[in-house]
C-alpha cells in the first residue's frame, strides 16, 4: 500500500495515519526506495498535545507523509471517534520491523542521533541478528544547535552515504523539527524514532507486552527518568484526557441529537 493511500484520521487537532503494521512498514520502505525526501513522525500522547498548543508544531506533524499512532491512547482514540480498530504503531516496533524488512529488500538505513555508545550497540547487534542489512553510516551530532556549515556538511555526508532510511534520534521535539528543516534536503525518507534507539540496542530495558497492553509505558518511562519527565506527563497526560474526554462528550451529543432528530 503505498504511503499516499495510507488515510489518516484526526486526534485532537493531529492527522494519524492508519492501517496495519505491515502496511506501514511497505509504505516506509516504498518511500525510501524511491528515495522520497519524506518524513514519518511517531506520535504518542505528547506530541499531539504539542501540536494542539502550538501551530508551528501542528504544522510539522499536518506536512509529515506518515505519522504513526505511536501511543495507545492515540491509536484507540482513533477507534473511539473513527469507528475502526487501529492497533498501536510505536516507533519501538517500527523499528526493528523496518530494519528486517531492509535486509529482506536490500535497502539501506543510516542511524543519525544519540551517542556514539548507542550507536555502536546498534550496528553490533543488526549486523549479529541480520548480516545483510546494508548499513549505509551513523553519525551522533553535537548537542547543541549546528553551524550552517556544520549542517551543510552532515547533509552532504548522509546523501552521500544514500541510505533509504534515515532513522533519526534526537527527542522530540527536536527530531521532528529537524526532519521538516531538511525535507527536499536529504534524499531519504526520514524517521523520528527516539527513544527505540536505546532500546534496540539492549541499553534500555522495555516493559513487557502485557504491561503495554495496559498503557504503562508512559509509567515506566517516568521511573527511569522521574525528573526530566514528570513535569511532562503531569501537564500533557492530564490535558490529553481532559481534551479527549470533551471530545468525547461533545461526540456523544452530537450523535445523541442526530438520534432524536431521526425518530
Known amino acids: ?19 496495519t ?21 511517531c506520535a504518542n500522547v505528547h506530541m499531539v498535545v504539542e501540536a494542539h498548543q502550538h501551530p508551528d508544531f501542528r504544522r510539522i506533524l499536518d506536512e509529515a507523509t506518515i505519522v504513526t499512532p505511536d501511543g495507545s491512547p492515540v491509536a484507540a482514540a482513533v477507534g473511539l ?18 530494519l528486517a524488512e531492509a535486509a529482506r529488500r536490500g535497502q539501506s538505513v543510516y542511524f543519525y542521533g544519540t551517542t556514539e555508545e548507542v550507536l555502536a550497540a546498534m550496528v553490533a547487534r543488526a549486523r549479529r541478528e541480520l548480516p ?13 544547535p549546528l553551524t550552517p556549515e556544520e549542517d551543510e556538511a552532515e547533509v552532504a555526508a548522509i546523501n552521500a552515504a544514500d541510505p533509504d532510511l534515515l532513522f533519526v534520534a534526537l527527542g522530540c521535539p527536536r527530531q521532528e523539527r529537524w526532519m521538516a528543516a531538511h525535507r527536499g534536503r536529504v534524499r531519504s ?20 507486552a502485557w504491561a503495554r497492553r495496559l498503557w504503562l ?6 521511573y527511569l527518568e ?5 513535569k511532562r506527563y503531569l501537564h500533557t497526560n492530564t490535558r490529553f484526557v481532559y481534551l479527549m474526554g470533551r471530545r468525547a462528550l461533545a461526540h ?3 450523535r445523541s441529537r442526530v438520534s432524536i432528530s431521526t425518530k
Open 1 to 19: 500500500m503505498p504511503a499516499a493511500m495510507l488515510p489518516k484520521r484526526l486526534v485532537l487537532d493531529s492527522w494519524i495515519s492508519t492501517g
Open 21 to 41: 503494521p505491515a502496511d506501514f512498514v511497505s509504505a516506509i520502505l516504498a518511500l525510501g526506495a524511491a528515495r522520497s525526501s519524506a518524513y514519518v513522525c
Open 81 to 98: 471517534f473513527h469507528g475502526q480498530s487501529q492497533p498501536r504503531i510505536a516507533g519501538m516496533d517500527l523499528l526493528p520491523a523496518l
Open 132 to 144: 545483510s542489512l546494508k548499513i549505509a553510516g551513523t553519525h551522533s551530532p553535537p548537542f547543541r
Open 189 to 208: 525518507c526520514m524517521l523520528g524514532v527516539g527513544q527505540a534507539f536505546p532500546v534496540y540496542a539492549g541499553l534500555e530495558r522495555r516493559l513487557p
Open 217 to 222: 509505558e508512559w509509567a515506566y518511562r517516568l
Open 226 to 230: 522521574p525528573k526530566r519527565l514528570w
Open 252 to 254: 456523544l451529543a452530537g
